[in-house]
């Protein structure tokens, strides 16, 4: 008798995730409405990581949603932040109460190139912004950078700009710092990817370290 309840307990169990599992939505179905053979959402692109980072540091990426009214550069594109833990071993993206651009683990942070590619528009940002207000009307530090098939990545508030336009460069190579201008309230890097008319989510290449050496 207890064997026969052990294994009813587990056809149950085994109809329960069979159940949850047919809940779950393929491909098609989370993605109805759009037509996936040309859907924007799959491209991807593969980049070296954004942000040289010190020891017991880490970095924190939020991925922005997709709106077509957005440009290009906002489709699709992720914000890059250095953070490290407290003692509680909690992850925080300042020291002290963040007031200043100082406080964040990420200022003045090196920025490294994508991947191999030509520097084709360079903007120095004209002004910094304090934590917590934007200032949307001055320039940005932007870097655009363009691989040999026509595929854009542009470094948003970033400041200290290393290279020129016309520059080539190889992936991981220091092309800024990190910096807080224009669209920002706090230091970190703005990301983002198309080529032509279609936006391109990023995917960070996790190896990179092992393939630089």
């Avoid at 026969?4 to 307990?9: C, F, G, P, R, Y």
């Avoid at 779950?24 to 409405?33: F, K, S, V």
């Avoid at 922005?64 to 833990?85: C, E, I, M, N, P």
């Avoid at 932007?142 to 460069?169: C, M, P, Q, S, W």
């Amino acid at each position: 008798m207890h064997s026969v309840k052990i294994n009813l307990a587990r056809l149950v169990g085994l109809s329960s995730f069979i159940f949850v599992i047919s809940l779950i939505p393929n491909l098609a179905e989370a993605q109805r409405g759009l037509q996936l053979e040309d859907d924007t959402l799959s491209k991807t692109v593969l980049i070296h990581p954004v942000i040289q980072i010190g020891e017991n540091q880490y970095i924190t990426t939020r991925e922005h949603t997709y709106r077509s009214q957005l440009q290009k550069g906002d489709q699709q594109a992720r914000d890059f932040l250095v953070a490290a833990t407290n003692k509680q071993g909690i992850l925080h993206i300042y020291k002290n109460d963040g007031k200043f651009n100082e406080d964040y683990f990420g200022w003045k942070k090196n920025v490294m190139a994508p991947f191999d590619a030509e520097v084709k528009r360079v903007n120095e940002a004209d002004s910094t912004n304090k934590p917590g207000k934007m200032n949307s009307d001055v320039q940005p530090g932007l870097v655009f950078l363009e691989k040999d098939n026509g595929l854009t990545v542009v470094y948003a508030h970033v400041r200290d700009i290393k290279v020129e336009k016309g520059d080539r460069v190889k992936a991981g190579d220091i092309v800024a710092k990190v910096g807080n201008n224009g669209n920002s309230i706090a230091p970190h890097v703005h990301v983002g990817a198309w080529k032509g008319a279609t936006p391109y989510q990023i995917q960070i290449d996790l190896y990179a370290k092992h393939r630089d050496k």
